[in-house]
């Protein structure tokens, strides 16, 4: 009796041993990781990240896909500051009024761009996504400067559209006031005083 059981013992040491050695011997198939889809096939399809953000919140407002991918591209490519469904106002903008330029990390503020906003930027995401900065026209967004009106400044106000960075494959939603400045660049800060400045929070 003792002898049967050491035998089973025996077999079963062995083949698990078998088992083992077949296990190792087998390949462990390779899993392919995950694919970032951000931009397949491309920024001009609105089969990409973007172009699916796009039409999540745009789509409805076009009678069929076709109509929807003209207008897709024409985002893409044309970049308006202004949604294709707005005129901006003619203004001036009078004494004492205050706005924010988000700026990249080495632009002094005595230089500011040709767009502000009446909305508060508190973070990176904030600057990118809501004033609808692309990549390509300021690859690094690090500060914030608080301008004042000084002398009466000619302008276009309104709300910011959206647009398609290609960089990222990102909508940029846009939707925050914006103001156009109506005067020649070097001649902003004839028109404008700095009066703040701060670190953008990151994200």
Do not use: N
């Not at 409805?60 to 207008?71: G, T």
């Amino acid at each position: 009796m003792r002898a049967g059981w050491f035998t089973l013992l025996a077999s079963a040491l062995t083949l698990s041993a078998c088992v083992q050695q077949t296990a190792d011997t087998i390949a462990t198939p390779r899993v392919k990781p995950v694919q970032d889809d951000h931009c397949i096939p491309s920024a001009r399809s609105l089969e990409s990240r973007a172009g699916r953000e796009w039409l999540r919140e745009h789509g409805w407002r076009y009678k069929d896909r076709a109509a929807a991918e003209q207008a897709y591209l024409t985002v893409l490519d044309r970049s308006s500051p202004w949604p294709d469904w707005f005129t901006p106002q003619e203004t001036i903008l009078p004494v004492g009024t205050r706005m924010q330029i988000a700026l990249a990390p080495d632009q002094p503020a005595d230089k500011p761009g040709g767009y502000a906003t009446f909305d508060r930027i508190v973070t990176v995401r904030h600057a990118r996504d809501h004033l609808a900065i692309r990549t390509a026209w300021k690859p690094a967004l690090g500060r914030v400067a608080v301008y004042e009106v000084v002398a009466p400044m000619p302008a276009r106000i309104g709300p910011i559209a959206s647009q398609i960075d290609p960089a990222t494959c990102r909508l940029l939603i846009g939707r925050w006031s914006q103001i156009e400045f109506r005067v020649p660049y070097k001649q902003r800060m004839d028109y404008l005083i700095v009066v703040d400045e701060f670190t953008l929070e990151k994200p």
